[in-house]
T-cell receptor
Framework: AQSVTQLDSQVPVFEEAPVELRCNYS??????LFWYVQYPNQGLQLLLK??????LVKGINGFEAEFNKSQTSFHLRKPSVHISDTAEYFC???????????FGTGTRLQVFP | DVKVTQSSRYLVKRTGEKVFLECVQD?????MFWYRQDPGLGLRLIYF???????EKGDIPEGYSVSREKKERFSLILESASTNQTSMYLC????????????FGDGTRLSIL
């Protein structure tokens, strides 16, 4: 069965520092991968998605993620974070033959001045 | 832009009450979903509907039911609310293609007293 693991429940970082949020998945078939962001008191907003093709995917707000099939990972990165990036980030996976998403447990990114 | 609207942002109900959470989407999406979000557990799928009057149980359907009488509207029903159903509830919609993202409402924070 497919599953998604976000290894870090919280990531504290100073403003303008780089950040990486880790995501690993398990699945026996082809998958589609997503990162969502949730700002306080809001729903989830799509940051980026990997469907096929180039393994480096660029998203909104300067975020990017790299799909690594051999490592079954889809880590999210930003070279320089802002205070406004403080939010919860969710990694999600969908198998090719289903419309359902499986979510990780989330990583809370807290950016300090 | 896709708009998913949940009828209430905050709701307080008493144990044993029948509770209705409503969700409406404006993009003619076939799929609609109800999730429950709890700290440290991420998003867990309660029910999923892929067409009018069609539904499928998710990972945690116990204590919940759903109704989809019209394509744009998906209701979550707590037949007899209990305190362990206090949570954030998120509705989402998507097209019937597994590589398309889900679009989320802002959530309903439900407290059962």
């Amino acid at each position: 069965a497919q599953s998604v693991t976000q290894l870090d429940s919280q990531v504290p970082v100073f403003e303008e520092a780089p950040v990486e949020l880790r995501c690993n998945y398990s699945s026996s078939v082809s998958v589609y991968l997503f990162w969502y962001v949730q700002y306080p008191n809001q729903g989830l907003q799509l940051l980026l998605k990997y469907l096929s093709g180039s393994t480096l995917v660029k998203g909104i707000n300067g975020f990017e993620a790299e799909f690594n099939k051999s490592q079954t990972s889809f880590h999210l990165r930003k070279p320089s974070v802002h205070i406004s990036d403080t939010a919860e980030y969710f990694c999600a996976v969908s198998e090719w033959n289903t419309d359902k998403l499986i979510f990780g447990t989330g990583t809370r990114l807290q950016v300090f001045p | 832009d896709v708009k998913v609207t949940q009828s209430s942002r905050y709701l307080v109900k008493r144990t044993g009450e029948k509770v209705f959470l409503e969700c409406v989407q404006d993009m003619d999406h076939e799929n609609m979903f109800w999730y429950r979000q709890d700290p440290g557990l991420g998003l867990r799928l309660i029910y999923f509907s892929y067409d009018v009057k069609m539904k499928e149980k998710g990972d945690i359907p116990e204590g919940y039911s759903v109704s989809r009488e019209k394509k744009e509207r998906f209701s979550l029903i707590l037949e007899s609310a209990s305190t362990n159903q206090t949570s954030m509830y998120l509705c989402a919609s998507s097209t019937r293609k597994s590589n398309q993202p889900q679009h989320f409402g802002d959530g309903t924070r439900l407290s059962i007293l």
